[in-house]
């Protein structure tokens, strides 16, 4: 009798389950046409989740769905037509998605860091490569106290990362000295407790507890960004495909938006134009 | 109905088993409990199915090792005989962009983090052991040993907050250097292999027969000569293998060592620098890799598994000789 009974439970159970996984694949197809799938840098990541949130309040019937793997990974999704949109934290390389065309959707600054009690206030981009390639060993090279330099960098792969290779290292290498750090944060969280340290950072997450250098006398912040006397900018990208889906289009024309616009600018970003 | 049959099974199984048991490996099947219950078809059948199915069970766990194996090596051997052995394992140029990959500072990095955390590790498990084993009442054991057992629970991600926000501090206002270092990583994989070891070795230390200890006892040692020349003595290969079996953790961990070893490319000096392991290389670049950079952070796992057989051969070695010797006993 037991027995009979656990059967006719594992049967129920069994059926239940069997069902519930046709409802959700139905669902799954029900949505199919209407999903926009963003895929890309972990630096744009929590922005486009903002927007798509926002913007399937006011389209509903639009389901936007963001995910994050690096600016590599997005560009490659998008060539391979896993994904509707790319995102990307750098400028394209060369023979990177061709079929494609990159919209500017924001511009982030990238910060030099220091620790707040390290008077040097002012660098050079010049002065910046050498403190990271170890050439200056020594905060005493760019007109600082006598201090060992620390400098701090992203893991390989990172968008920042390549972003700062790009606009400060050219073509020397970073110190293997460096530390590695996984995420901006943990970069801040660094260089808020050592005074030798120097690191670079998306400049809408530096706060207030760590310093942000100028650059050739250029103060960081969102005017000097969006006027272009500030140096290292990098582009937010948005890679899509030149005659783009109408669903697609419809969550970019939203980003682009002035509401999409202002939205970023709230969340620390520099607007695109 | 089931009268009969039972005997039948009975006449079946009985004549030439006692005689063969003696010969063949336990491996026969359940010979004797048969006998006990009714045999019917059906409970003969269903032994061989639950059979079949623990079996089943059992080779999915080696199935899922075989494919494991077999894919970190696809992906990550070529690479390494493109690139040369010899480039690979004793360059420390890591640069994935230019196509350069050698991993020599993260295997120094791994060895040298792994050494200073069994120095520390060993040194206070053993002297947890000893304690639990030989000096203890059974009342202040009760409590002591599942507190440091309970150790082994917390993930290892909260050792690591713990080290950056108190370790990390510490080491870089008092000892200087960054703070991230080889020193933090190893007091931390240090504390965190110390409930494996202390609990193999307390295993190891109460295997050894009383009557050793109450014969150094008889002939005038004190407790500790007793301690030092002759249990320890007489346990030293199960605290070996206990020791060996906490590198395997030390050196497999990655989560906690990412968070205190600052990750850089460059071989350690001292153990005041930074270091990279290479579970911290793999970890941290996997998410972006694609192409040559991707095949060799296979082609890292690939040196780790090395690494981790060759300790686990060792300690299954270690373990089975004394298991020899106590046979022979």
Redesign the interface.
């Known amino acids: 009798m037991t027995r009979m009974n656990t059967k006719r439970i594992g049967g129920a159970a069994l059926a239940v389950a069997l069902a519930s996984l046709a409802l959700t694949a139905a669902s799954c197809r029900r949505q199919g046409g209407k999903t926009v799938s963003v895929v890309g840098s972990?630096s744009i990541q929590p922005f486009a989740e903002v927007l798509a949130d926002e913007f399937h309040r006011v389209y509903r019937d639009i389901e936007i769905e963001v995910q994050g793997?690096?600016?590599?990974?997005g560009v490659?999704a998008f060539m391979n037509d896993i994904a509707d949109v790319g995102m990307c934290s750098r400028n394209l390389k060369k023979g990177e998605a061709p079929q494609g065309r990159p919209v500017v959707i924001a511009r982030d600054g990238l910060a030099i860091v220091v620790h707040g009690s390290n008077p040097v206030n002012d660098l050079s981009v010049d002065q910046i490569r050498d403190l990271f390639s170890g050439r200056a060993a020594n905060w005493k090279q760019v007109g600082g106290p006598d201090r060992v330099v620390?400098p701090i960098s992203r893991?390989?792969?990172?968008g920042t990362r390549e972003a700062f290779e790009k606009l400060v290292m050219k073509k020397t290498?970073i110190s293997?000295?460096?530390?590695?750090?996984?995420s901006n944060g943990s970069v801040k969280?660094?260089v808020r407790?050592?005074p030798?340290?120097v690191g670079y950072m998306s400049l809408g997450l530096v706060g207030t507890e760590i310093k942000a250098v100028r650059i050739g006398g250029v103060k960081p912040s969102a005017e000097n960004v969006l006027n272009g006397s500030y140096s290292l900018v990098r582009p937010f990208l948005f890679i899509v495909k030149k005659q783009p889906r109408a669903d697609t289009q419809k969550y970019l024309d939203f980003v682009l938006s002035d509401q999409g616009q202002r939205l970023l600018e709230k969340e620390g970003l520099v607007r695109a134009k | 109905m089931s009268q009969p049959q039972l005997d039948i099974a009975a006449v079946e199984e009985g004549p030439g088993r006692p005689a063969m048991s003696e010969a063949s490996p336990p491996s026969q099947g359940p010979g004797p409990q048969r006998r006990l219950k009714p045999s019917t078809w059906w409970s003969r059948r269903s032994d061989r199915v639950i059979s079949l199915m623990l079996l089943a069970g059992a080779m999915t766990a080696i199935a899922a090792l075989a494919v494991i194996t077999a894919f970190i090596f696809k992906e990550g051997l070529p690479l390494m005989l493109e690139k040369g052995l010899s480039d690979f394992l004793f360059s420390?140029d890591?640069?994935?962009?230019e196509g350069k990959f050698g991993i020599f500072?993260m295997i120094v990095g791994s060895l040298a983090v792994t050494l200073g955390a069994m120095i520390i590790g060993v040194v206070f498990s053993l002297s947890c052991a000893i304690v639990l084993t030989q000096f203890c009442p059974p009342r202040v054991v009760s409590i002591l040993k599942p507190s440091i057992e309970l150790l082994a629970g917390i993930p290892s991600v909260v050792y690591g907050f713990m080290g950056?926000v108190i370790l990390v501090?510490l080491i870089?206002t008092h000892l200087g250097g960054?703070?991230?270092s080889v020193l933090a990583a190893s007091i931390v994989l240090g504390v965190m292999v110390l409930p494996t070891v202390t609990s193999i070795s307390v295993d190891a230390l109460q295997a050894v027969p009383r009557s050793y200890r109450e014969g150094s006892i008889a002939l005038g040692a004190t407790s500790w000569q007793t301690t030092w020349r002759v249990v320890l003595k007489a346990a030293r290969s199960g605290i070996v293998a206990a020791v060996i079996l906490g590198m395997g953790r030390a050196i497999g961990e990655t989560m906690a060592v990412?968070m205190v070893a600052?990750?850089?490319?460059?071989v350690p000096t001292s153990p005041l620098d930074?270091v990279?392991t290479l579970t911290s290389n793999i970890a941290?670049?996997m998410?972006?890799?694609?192409g040559d950079?991707r095949r060799a952070l296979f082609a890292t796992g690939v040196t780790l598994f090395v690494i981790i057989m060759i300790l686990n051969v060792i300690a299954l070695t270690v373990s089975r000789r004394r298991a020899v010797r106590s046979k022979a006993r």
């Open positions: 972990t793997g690096g600016s590599t990974a490659q620390r893991e390989e792969g990172s290498r293997r000295k460096a530390l590695t750090q996984e969280e660094l407790h050592d030798g340290a | 420390s890591w640069y994935p962009q500072a950056v501090p870089r960054p703070g991230l990412i600052g990750n850089p490319l460059d930074p990279r941290m670049e998410g972006y890799a694609s950079h």
